[in-house]
């Protein structure tokens, strides 16, 4: 009896891979791939679909396996995009497929529609009273770490020879802007329009800081939890600020099979996306960015039942954990220019990156001191959490801080630290360009 038991329990954690066992899995991934290489694969989304999903099942499970990239340089996210970028570059992938997921990702509208998807039903999503706790009293110590991390990887850049602006939007913001989807990819669409510049190029540039900037804060994590530890005056010892420990992000609910709710959601997200590029006619502000603004009114208002907030919520949820590697993988081939990641990284580069993690820690720790905040905790949160990539990158430094109870705060940071970024750089790029 036991070892069928025992017989039973390893079935039932059978390895799967986008929640198929290998014994479906890898005749999908023959079939999808054999007509990937063969001119088979139709060029429209019924082909680029399964072969962005397959590949970034694929590639973020290497990367997720691979020491050192795995707990320090955002795992199977990072090689998703690079090594996919590297298919392109060294032509390994047809032309034609290329061209498909180009043409899928740009003027197909995946990119927007994911990132709809995202902005609308993270913020609908949240805790209406945690919006306006994060607004009286966190977001200014968030606020405290971007002002003095841009200010000071400007200032250096500018004594490197790097240039100020060029340090402040192609390196600063894209590290602190919150991760990958929601950050540099959105943040390099707003650059492109505002420079008349490709956005696959300020990509280039900006990918590898995001990453670099993720590993740099992972292991500032670590050595600010052995500094708490030493220097017990400065550590909440998982607090963060008296009076807020009860503060929680909404559990996210389990997704459930309703058709209509998805429904509801696409569309609640998608009107949110026609609204920005409505507002942006008359407004000289980005799409994302009045989108963002108008998401966040509408939250705050109680303009729309609960009923279809969590519509909007769970096509969120659906979208991020089905698309959000093929996203990844669309990215690498359509928005990534390998050559131009290379050609940009030197040390100088290298040195303005740990600047900018620097900066965010100094910001946070002076403006967190003055609210109240411990240091520790308050830096480890609004600072290293906001220079991470989102929330993979939240779980490495608050594992690497042994404060895995800050992870409410964390996603505070992510989510509307994150969407602050956008309009911040709405609102600077109008005055730098």
Not at 122 to 128: E, F, N, V
Not at 255 to 268: A, E, Q, R, T
Not at 324 to 336: K, P, S
Request: net charge positive; proline share 3%.
């Amino acid at each position: 009896m036991k070892t069928e038991a025992l017989s039973g329990d390893i079935l039932k954690k059978q390895f799967k891979l986008l929640g198929l066992e290998m014994k479906y899995f890898i005749p999908m991934t023959l079939v999808v791939l054999g007509a990937t290489f063969t001119g088979a694969l139709p060029k429209g989304m019924e082909g680029v679909i399964p072969f962005l999903l397959i590949m970034g099942v694929l590639l973020n499970e290497i990367g997720n396996r691979t020491p050192i990239v795995k707990d320090y340089f955002g795992g199977g996210p990072i090689v998703a995009i690079f090594a996919a970028a590297a298919l392109v570059t060294y032509n390994i992938l047809p032309e034609a497929v290329i061209l498909s997921s180009k043409t899928f990702m740009k003027s197909g509208g995946f990119l927007n529609f994911y990132i709809a998807a995202l902005i609308t039903g993270s913020i609908l999503g949240m805790d209406t009273k945690l919006l306006i706790k994060a607004g009286l009293k966190y977001l200014p110590v968030i606020i405290g770490g971007v002002f003095v991390s841009i200010l000071l990887t400007g200032s250096v850049g500018a004594l490197m020879g790097y240039g100020f602006t060029n340090a402040v939007f192609y390196i600063a913001i894209p590290i602190m802007g919150g991760g990958m989807g929601a950050g540099a990819v959105p943040l390099a669409q707003i650059f492109g329009k505002a420079m008349e510049q490709d956005p696959t190029k300020l990509l280039s540039i900006m990918v590898p800081a995001v990453a670099l900037g993720n590993a740099v804060a992972i292991v500032c994590g670590g050595v600010l939890n052995k500094l708490g530890k030493k220097y017990k005056r400065f550590s909440g010892e998982g607090k963060l600020l008296k009076g807020q420990d009860d503060v929680r992000i909404e559990e996210e609910k389990e997704i459930k099979l309703d058709y209509l709710s998805l429904g509801k959601g696409l569309l609640i997200a998608t009107t949110f996306y026609v609204l920005g590029k409505f507002l942006g006619k008359y407004i000289p502000l980005h799409p994302y960015a009045l989108m963002i603004l108008s998401v966040a009114f509408a939250k705050l208002t109680g303009i729309l039942k609960r009923e279809h907030e969590e519509a909007a919520t769970t096509w969120f949820q659906f979208v991020m954990k089905n698309f959000t590697l093929a996203l990844l993988v669309g990215i690498g081939i359509a928005y990534t220019d390998l050559a131009a990641v290379i050609s940009a990284f030197s040390l100088t580069y290298l040195l303005l990156v740990i600047t900018t993690i620097i900066g965010a820690m100094i910001g946070t720790a002076i403006v967190g001191r003055l609210l109240g905040f411990h240091m520790i905790e308050g830096v480890i949160t609004a600072g290293l959490c906001m220079a991470n990539m989102g929330g993979t990158g939240d779980i490495a430094v608050l594992s690497a801080s042994d404060r895995m109870e800050l992870l409410p705060f964390s996603q505070i940071s992510s989510r509307i630290g994150g969407a602050f970024m956008l309009i911040l750089t709405s609102l600077l790029i109008n005055l730098f360009v």
